[in-house]
Protein backbone atom coordinates (compact mmCIF):
# COMPACT_ATOMS: atom_id res chain seq x y z
CA UNK A 1 0.00 0.00 0.00
CA UNK A 2 1.54 3.56 -0.79
CA UNK A 3 1.04 5.89 1.76
CA UNK A 4 1.75 10.05 1.17
CA UNK A 5 2.95 11.56 3.79
CA UNK A 6 2.96 15.18 4.42
CA UNK A 7 5.60 17.35 3.18
CA UNK A 8 6.10 19.25 6.87
CA UNK A 9 5.39 19.13 9.55
CA UNK A 10 4.45 22.50 12.12
CA UNK A 11 7.44 23.10 14.90
CA UNK A 12 6.47 20.62 17.99
CA UNK A 13 7.96 17.50 19.63
CA UNK A 14 6.31 14.59 18.97
CA UNK A 15 5.85 11.69 20.73
CA UNK A 16 5.48 8.69 18.87
CA UNK A 17 4.58 4.91 19.75
CA UNK A 18 6.24 2.28 17.60
CA UNK A 19 5.34 -1.18 17.79
CA UNK A 20 6.11 -3.93 21.20
CA UNK A 21 7.24 -6.74 18.93
CA UNK A 22 5.17 -7.17 15.67
CA UNK A 23 6.53 -4.06 13.07
CA UNK A 24 3.70 -3.84 11.44
CA UNK A 25 1.59 -2.48 14.60
CA UNK A 26 2.52 0.58 13.88
CA UNK A 27 0.09 3.79 12.98
CA UNK A 28 -0.58 5.39 9.15
CA UNK A 29 -0.24 8.39 11.59
CA UNK A 30 3.07 7.65 13.29
CA UNK A 31 4.55 6.60 9.59
CA UNK A 32 3.54 9.95 8.51
CA UNK A 33 5.16 11.89 11.15
CA UNK A 34 8.28 9.47 11.26
CA UNK A 35 8.65 10.21 7.83
CA UNK A 36 8.10 14.19 7.76
CA UNK A 37 10.20 14.77 11.01
CA UNK A 38 13.46 17.16 10.77
CA UNK A 39 14.58 15.03 13.39
CA UNK A 40 13.77 11.46 14.84
CA UNK A 41 15.20 10.74 18.38
CA UNK A 42 15.31 7.52 19.09
CA UNK A 43 16.17 5.81 22.40
CA UNK A 44 18.73 3.39 20.27
CA UNK A 45 19.25 4.46 16.53
CA UNK A 46 20.52 1.22 15.47
CA UNK A 47 16.50 0.09 16.74
CA UNK A 48 14.70 2.79 15.28
CA UNK A 49 17.16 2.18 12.10
CA UNK A 50 16.00 -1.17 11.40
CA UNK A 51 12.04 -0.11 11.88
CA UNK A 52 12.48 2.84 9.25
CA UNK A 53 13.81 0.75 6.82
CA UNK A 54 11.42 -1.98 7.25
CA UNK A 55 8.61 0.67 6.74
CA UNK A 56 11.07 2.43 3.60
CA UNK A 57 11.41 5.65 5.92
CA UNK A 58 14.60 7.47 5.49
CA UNK A 59 15.37 9.92 8.55
CA UNK A 60 16.50 13.44 7.22
CA UNK A 61 18.60 13.09 10.84
CA UNK A 62 18.53 10.27 13.42
CA UNK A 63 19.77 11.42 17.03
CA UNK A 64 20.50 9.12 20.43
CA UNK A 65 18.33 10.48 23.14
CA UNK A 66 18.32 7.64 26.08
CA UNK A 67 18.31 7.73 29.76
CA UNK A 68 22.01 8.40 30.04
CA UNK A 69 21.84 11.52 28.21
CA UNK A 70 18.15 12.58 28.11
CA UNK A 71 18.91 15.88 30.48
CA UNK A 72 21.72 17.04 28.12
CA UNK A 73 19.88 16.04 24.87
CA UNK A 74 16.72 18.00 26.34
CA UNK A 75 18.88 21.25 25.83
CA UNK A 76 19.28 20.66 22.27
CA UNK A 77 15.80 19.80 21.14
CA UNK A 78 14.41 22.98 22.60
CA UNK A 79 16.98 24.77 21.20
CA UNK A 80 16.34 22.57 17.21
CA UNK A 81 12.16 23.00 18.04
CA UNK A 82 12.96 26.97 19.07
CA UNK A 83 14.46 27.46 15.26
CA UNK A 84 11.62 26.17 13.60
CA UNK A 85 12.08 21.86 13.80
CA UNK A 86 9.98 19.49 14.03
CA UNK A 87 11.06 16.42 16.15
CA UNK A 88 9.37 12.76 16.17
CA UNK A 89 10.80 10.79 19.70
CA UNK A 90 10.55 7.52 20.12
CA UNK A 91 11.43 4.48 22.35
CA UNK A 92 12.57 1.00 21.82
CA UNK A 93 9.41 -0.42 21.84
CA UNK A 94 5.74 1.34 22.92
CA UNK A 95 4.66 4.81 24.40
CA UNK A 96 7.88 7.07 25.20
CA UNK A 97 7.87 7.73 29.09
CA UNK A 98 5.53 5.39 30.33
CA UNK A 99 8.50 2.88 31.95
CA UNK A 100 11.33 4.25 28.83
CA UNK A 101 13.01 7.38 28.38
CA UNK A 102 10.94 10.03 27.56
CA UNK A 103 9.53 12.30 30.51
CA UNK A 104 11.88 14.36 31.18
CA UNK A 105 12.52 15.70 27.15
CA UNK A 106 8.91 15.82 27.27
CA UNK A 107 9.10 18.18 30.69
CA UNK A 108 12.07 20.46 29.04
CA UNK A 109 9.90 21.53 26.05
CA UNK A 110 6.34 22.16 27.75
CA UNK A 111 8.57 24.12 30.32
CA UNK A 112 9.43 26.71 28.10
CA UNK A 113 6.34 26.75 26.40
CA UNK A 114 6.73 24.90 23.48
CA UNK A 115 4.41 22.44 21.68
CA UNK A 116 4.17 18.33 22.33
CA UNK A 117 2.22 16.45 20.19
CA UNK A 118 1.61 12.55 21.20
CA UNK A 119 0.96 9.63 18.28
CA UNK A 120 -0.55 7.08 20.19
CA UNK A 121 -0.03 3.50 19.60
CA UNK A 122 1.07 0.32 20.80
CA UNK A 123 1.67 -0.56 25.11
CA UNK A 124 2.25 -3.41 26.78
CA UNK A 125 -0.05 -2.18 29.60
CA UNK A 126 -3.15 -1.56 27.62
CA UNK A 127 -2.31 -4.88 25.33
CA UNK A 128 -1.68 -7.21 28.44
CA UNK A 129 -4.74 -6.21 29.87
CA UNK A 130 -7.10 -6.39 26.81
CA UNK A 131 -6.36 -10.19 26.88
CA UNK A 132 -6.14 -10.93 30.37
CA UNK A 133 -9.42 -11.57 31.23
CA UNK A 134 -9.64 -10.31 34.45
CA UNK A 135 -12.76 -8.14 35.11
CA UNK A 136 -11.84 -4.94 37.33
CA UNK A 137 -13.31 -1.98 35.44
CA UNK A 138 -10.04 -0.05 37.41
CA UNK A 139 -6.06 -0.69 37.43
CA UNK A 140 -2.77 0.35 38.63
CA UNK A 141 0.22 0.62 36.18
CA UNK A 142 3.42 -0.04 39.21
CA UNK A 143 6.04 -0.50 35.96
CA UNK A 144 9.43 -2.47 37.26
CA UNK A 145 8.85 -3.33 41.01
CA UNK A 146 12.80 -2.99 42.89
CA UNK A 147 15.19 -6.01 41.87
CA UNK A 148 15.80 -6.35 45.66
CA UNK A 149 13.58 -8.89 47.39
CA UNK A 150 13.15 -7.19 50.52
CA UNK A 151 12.22 -4.01 48.66
CA UNK A 152 10.23 -5.81 46.34
CA UNK A 153 7.94 -7.04 49.37
CA UNK A 154 8.08 -3.73 50.97
CA UNK A 155 6.18 -1.66 47.96
CA UNK A 156 3.72 -4.87 47.63
CA UNK A 157 2.86 -4.54 50.85
CA UNK A 158 1.17 -1.58 50.60
CA UNK A 159 -0.12 -2.40 47.61
CA UNK A 160 -2.44 -5.72 49.37
CA UNK A 161 -5.55 -3.91 49.66
CA UNK A 162 -5.47 -1.96 46.47
CA UNK A 163 -9.06 -2.75 44.56
CA UNK A 164 -7.29 -2.29 41.29
CA UNK A 165 -6.02 -4.76 38.73
CA UNK A 166 -1.76 -4.37 39.55
CA UNK A 167 -0.14 -4.23 36.75
CA UNK A 168 3.75 -4.53 36.69
CA UNK A 169 6.76 -4.92 33.87
CA UNK A 170 9.77 -7.81 35.07
CA UNK A 171 12.26 -9.20 33.19
CA UNK A 172 13.18 -12.61 32.10
CA UNK A 173 15.97 -13.23 35.06
CA UNK A 174 14.18 -11.59 37.94
CA UNK A 175 10.58 -13.34 36.98
CA UNK A 176 10.63 -16.31 39.24
CA UNK A 177 11.53 -14.61 42.33
CA UNK A 178 9.07 -11.93 41.18
CA UNK A 179 5.98 -13.68 41.68
CA UNK A 180 7.18 -15.52 44.69
CA UNK A 181 7.06 -12.18 46.46
CA UNK A 182 3.56 -11.63 44.89
CA UNK A 183 2.01 -14.79 46.39
CA UNK A 184 3.97 -14.34 49.82
CA UNK A 185 2.40 -10.82 49.94
CA UNK A 186 -0.57 -10.86 48.15
CA UNK A 187 -1.54 -13.75 48.91
CA UNK A 188 -1.51 -17.46 46.71
CA UNK A 189 -5.56 -17.41 46.20
CA UNK A 190 -5.06 -14.29 43.86
CA UNK A 191 -5.64 -14.24 40.26
CA UNK A 192 -2.32 -13.59 38.28
CA UNK A 193 -1.90 -13.13 34.35
CA UNK A 194 1.72 -13.88 33.06
CA UNK A 195 1.57 -12.15 29.55
CA UNK A 196 4.74 -13.03 27.82
CA UNK A 197 6.43 -11.44 24.51
CA UNK A 198 3.65 -10.02 23.95
CA UNK A 199 2.60 -9.25 19.96
CA UNK A 200 6.27 -11.61 19.34
CA UNK A 201 6.71 -14.80 17.68
CA UNK A 202 6.38 -16.48 21.04
CA UNK A 203 3.60 -14.26 22.50
CA UNK A 204 2.42 -16.59 25.46
CA UNK A 205 -0.60 -15.29 27.89
CA UNK A 206 -1.39 -17.81 30.64
CA UNK A 207 -3.37 -17.41 33.88
CA UNK A 208 -3.39 -19.30 37.23
CA UNK A 209 -4.01 -18.59 40.74
CA UNK A 210 -0.46 -17.28 42.36
CA UNK A 211 -0.29 -20.51 43.70
CA UNK A 212 0.16 -22.62 40.72
CA UNK A 213 2.26 -20.06 38.42
CA UNK A 214 5.72 -21.34 39.90
CA UNK A 215 5.00 -25.13 39.32
CA UNK A 216 4.20 -23.41 35.71
CA UNK A 217 7.30 -21.21 35.38
CA UNK A 218 9.11 -24.30 35.79
CA UNK A 219 7.70 -26.34 33.85
CA UNK A 220 8.89 -25.13 30.94
CA UNK A 221 12.44 -22.94 30.68
CA UNK A 222 11.12 -21.30 27.88
CA UNK A 223 8.11 -20.09 29.65
CA UNK A 224 10.85 -17.59 31.76
CA UNK A 225 12.66 -16.19 28.67
CA UNK A 226 11.36 -12.89 27.11
CA UNK A 227 9.48 -10.04 28.88
CA UNK A 228 6.92 -9.91 30.83
CA UNK A 229 3.52 -7.97 31.82
CA UNK A 230 2.41 -9.00 34.69
CA UNK A 231 -0.96 -8.39 36.13
CA UNK A 232 -2.58 -9.58 39.34
CA UNK A 233 -6.14 -9.49 40.49
CA UNK A 234 -7.89 -6.35 42.37
CA UNK A 235 -7.76 -7.13 46.16
CA UNK A 236 -11.39 -8.01 47.54
CA UNK A 237 -13.32 -5.37 49.14
CA UNK A 238 -13.49 -5.95 53.30
CA UNK A 239 -16.84 -5.02 54.35
CA UNK A 240 -17.26 -2.47 56.55
CA UNK A 241 -13.66 -1.01 55.64
CA UNK A 242 -13.46 2.35 52.99
CA UNK A 243 -10.40 1.80 50.22
CA UNK A 244 -8.93 4.62 51.98
CA UNK A 245 -8.84 3.11 55.32
CA UNK A 246 -7.27 0.11 54.25
CA UNK A 247 -4.43 1.50 51.96
CA UNK A 248 -4.06 4.02 55.02
CA UNK A 249 -3.42 1.21 57.27
CA UNK A 250 -0.84 -0.94 54.34
CA UNK A 251 0.87 2.52 54.34
CA UNK A 252 1.52 2.64 57.93
CA UNK A 253 2.35 -0.98 58.66
CA UNK A 254 5.18 -0.86 55.55
CA UNK A 255 6.99 2.42 57.97
CA UNK A 256 6.21 1.79 61.52
CA UNK A 257 5.51 -1.29 64.21
CA UNK A 258 1.71 -2.89 63.73
CA UNK A 259 0.31 -1.71 67.11
CA UNK A 260 1.55 2.75 66.03
CA UNK A 261 0.46 1.71 62.71
CA UNK A 262 -3.10 1.05 63.90
CA UNK A 263 -3.47 3.82 66.50
CA UNK A 264 -3.00 6.10 63.55
CA UNK A 265 -4.91 4.52 61.09
CA UNK A 266 -8.15 4.39 63.97
CA UNK A 267 -7.34 8.02 64.57
CA UNK A 268 -6.90 9.47 60.95
CA UNK A 269 -10.13 7.41 59.73
CA UNK A 270 -12.05 7.17 62.18
CA UNK A 271 -12.61 2.94 61.38
CA UNK A 272 -12.91 0.41 64.68
CA UNK A 273 -9.63 -0.19 66.19
CA UNK A 274 -10.06 -3.72 67.00
CA UNK A 275 -10.81 -4.69 63.36
CA UNK A 276 -7.93 -2.54 61.80
CA UNK A 277 -5.66 -4.91 64.80
CA UNK A 278 -7.12 -8.27 63.14
CA UNK A 279 -6.47 -7.00 59.27
CA UNK A 280 -2.99 -5.51 60.44
CA UNK A 281 -1.90 -9.10 61.95
CA UNK A 282 -3.06 -10.53 59.02
CA UNK A 283 -1.35 -8.72 56.82
CA UNK A 284 2.15 -8.84 58.54
CA UNK A 285 1.48 -12.31 58.36
CA UNK A 286 1.37 -12.44 54.47
CA UNK A 287 4.10 -10.03 53.98
Given at each position: ???????????????????????????????????????????????????????????????????????????????????????AFVSDA???????????????????????????????????????????????????????????????????????????????HRIVEC?????????????????????????????????????????????????????????KPIEGL??????????????????????????????????????????????
Amino acid sequence: MHIEHPQKLEPALYVVATPIGNLRDITLRALDVLAAADVVAAEDTRNTSHLLKHHGIHAKQLIAVHQHNERSAAEKMVTALQSGQSIAFVSDAGTPGVSDPGALLVQAVLAVGLKVIPIPGPSAVVAALSASGLTSPHFLFYGFLPNKSAARRSVLQALITHPYTLVFYEAPHRIVECVADLSAVLGAERQIVLAREVTKLFETIHSCKLSEVDAWLHSDANQQRGEFVVLVSAAKPIEGLSPDTLNTLALLLAELPLKQAVQLTTKITGANRSELYQLALDMKDAG
